[in-house]
């Protein structure tokens, strides 16, 4: 098996390559990409954090094994790693690594879409979608619009694309409020700003990172009434979605199975207890900062 080192971490790291990737093709992965740049800017925080938990003792990345790539068509679409990250403790004792398998798919966007009828002032509907979820062995997934990002340059541009794709609504970006990144603004937790402004629904095996959108709307009934069981998704890349309209007082009860609609609710929950939606109503719309897709951050 082809083996390279990679440079920029405490000393040399051998990778080793599944058969079906190249060096430049795995350098080149936008996922592989941020997950990189993330790991050796928290690698980094134990030297330079006197109070960090490893500061002792830190651990280092020694090696990355390539097991396994998906491509889809001629892009990568799933890679599964292996990485051994090892400090003294476990110098004799592998039991004491961190643990190192890791999907990586890169991110993703979700859109809570609330639609209120303009003929109820207190009434408040949400858009979801059902489709097949082969990983979940359903072929009748309920959740918020969601969807890979390509090659979008923006988070909030992706979600409009999404939106348009599942639903089939145009919606202006500048209409998209980012409630990851509202809630992130106000979190008292020191967090570095290695990680993106999203949430990540299984961060044990998978690098995925989600930020959630939010658009609100007031339609006519029938528009919202049109939505209910039509066929929508592009069918070259499989996508067999039909819509549905829930009632958005049993949106944790119905969307329960699928965290990052339950992550909407809660943070929609929790910005409007808190305020936040009420004055952001108030004023003209600014979106928070947005986090780059390469891993950096742009303030």
């Known amino acids: 098996m082809a083996t390279f080192a990679l440079e920029g971490f405490q000393g040399p790291v051998e990778v080793t390559l599944a058969p079906n990737i190249t ?20 690698l ?3 030297y330079s954090d006197p109070k960090h938990a490893f ?38 004792d592998p039991k004491k690594d961190l643990p190192g398998i890791a999907f990586l798919r890169g991110g993703s966007v979700a859109m809570l879409m609330i639609l209120r009828p303009k003929d109820s002032r207190d009434e408040r509907l949400v858009v979801m979608t059902e489709q097949p979820r082969v ?16 090659d979008e ?5 992706a979600a409009a694309k999404e939106i348009y794709e599942e639903t089939g609504f145009q919606i202006p970006q500048s209409e998209l409020i980012d409630l990851t990144a509202l809630a992130l603004q106000h979190s008292k937790i020191p967090e570095n700003k290695s990680l993106q402004q999203a949430m990540y629904p299984s961060p044990g095996g998978s690098d995925e990172f989600i930020p959630i959108f939010l658009w609100e709307k007031e ?44 992550a909407a609710w809660a943070l929609y929950e929790g910005l409007n207890r808190a305020g936040v939606m009420m004055e952001l109503r108030k004023k003209p719309r600014k979106q928070p900062s947005q986090d780059g897709l390469d891993g950096t951050s742009q303030d």
């Open 55 to 92: 500061h002792m003792d830190p651990y280092t990345l020694r090696s990355i094994a390539i097991q396994s790539v998906d491509w889809f068509g001629k892009r990568i679409g799933f890679l599964k790693l292996k990485a051994v990250i090892r400090n003294r403790a476990g110098k004799d």
């Open 135 to 150: 990983p979940a062995g359903s072929l009748a997934f309920w959740e918020i619009p969601a969807g890979m990002l390509d």
């Open 44 to 46: 980094a925080l134990q």
């Open 153 to 157: 340059g923006t988070f909030s541009g």
């Open 219 to 262: 339609l006519d009934r029938q528009e919202i009434e049109d939505l209910r069981g039509k066929l929508m998704g592009t069918r070259r890349e499989g996508e067999l979605i039909t819509l549905r309209v829930c009632d958005y007082e049993d949106l944790w009860r119905e969307g329960a199975r699928d965290a990052k609609t339950l």
């Open 23 to 42: 060096k430049d093709q795995l350098l080149d992965f936008p996922a592989f990409k941020v997950w990189r740049n993330t790991l050796q800017a928290n």
